[in-house]
């Protein structure tokens, strides 16, 4: 988040800033073992404790029966067993914080989406404004790809993304009103340039890939959700779709298997002065191509605070609630929590 935050954060971000230079330093990817262990079921919560990692993207990765999450505070990657035992699998990318996570399975890479754009509200980085992509081996964890979508603006704030079934990746800037697209090569692309993404704070933000060619994207600070038609002519790809009400404060959204969508919404953003939510997760269906869209179900309030992004696995779809809020507003947290719906 964004705008003037609070003078207790400042004191948060400088502890730990020392500490994510040196991890740029570290040696290169290790293979993780948090996994190791024969699969097991995860139970109703999974716990995981790790020095204020504060996760806010989260992905299940099938080939080690185990979640992998990024970190708002140490820009890395980390896999989460089962148990919640956590093990770092991609040393920090720099003084960023890594948010948006996939896991491609079919072209065996991890995607992350990253940004300094929080860590630039306490330090100078010594970098330009910074957002990019960057993709990883699923097995080994050597990096493919890191490319920037900053565009050479002065604001950025890359923060979640998507692909398709040719491995094209798309990625939100939540401060500026182009989509970008990443081609599986690491070639940038502006997919559609639209005035209805620009914000001050934090706009769009959970981003999801339909197989019928069109995204599924939402606005963070006034809950609006809009259909982004790849197929279409690129002045006229984006639609807005008519909603019972707006999803403010959503995070993260998963399209699930019957093709209703998951929206995660919270109310993290009231810590940076950007409109908040409510801690819940909604499932909206369509049934006319995402035109318009109604409420299945909602799960409101969200037993953890703090609810950001949602893994689908086999043992069924946990939401991450990763302190995200505590680090926001000056606050320590050395645990993360996912919960199954």
Known sequence: MNSNPPAARRSVFAAVFAGIVLATTAAGPVAASAADCPPRHPG???????????PEGVAW?????????????????????????TEELVPSLG????????????RERILVAYSDFWVRQEQETGQPPT????????????????????????????NDLTFDDEGTVYVTDSVNQVLNAVTTDGEVEAVVDDPRFAAEMVGLNGIVWHEDDYLLVVRYDNGK?????????????????????????TDGIRLREDGSLYVVTNDIGENAGAPGGTDAVTVLASDDGWDSADIEERHEPWRV????NIALTPYGDYVLSGEVGALMSGGTSNKFVLRRI
Do not use: C, K, W
Request: net charge negative.
């Open 61 to 85: 990765d099938p080939t080690r029966n185990a979640f992998i999450v990024g970190s708002a505070l140490h820009g890395n990657l980390t896999v989460v067993s089962t148990n919640g035992r």
């Open 44 to 54: 109703r919560y999974v716990v995981g404790h790790s020095p204020e990692l504060y």
């Open 225 to 249: 959700l809009f259909r982004v038609d790849l197929d279409a002519p690129a002045d006229d790809r984006v639609s807005e779709v008519e909603l019972p009400q707006p999803m403010i404060g």
């Open 95 to 106: 003084p960023v914080s890594t948010l948006g996570v996939r896991v491609d399975t079919e």
């Open 305 to 308: 605070a703090g609810p950001t």
């Open 131 to 158: 957002s990019g992509v960057a993709a990883f081996d699923l097995r080994t964890a050597e990096p493919i790809f890191d490319v920037d979508i900053s565009g050479g603006q002065d604001r950025t704030f890359g």
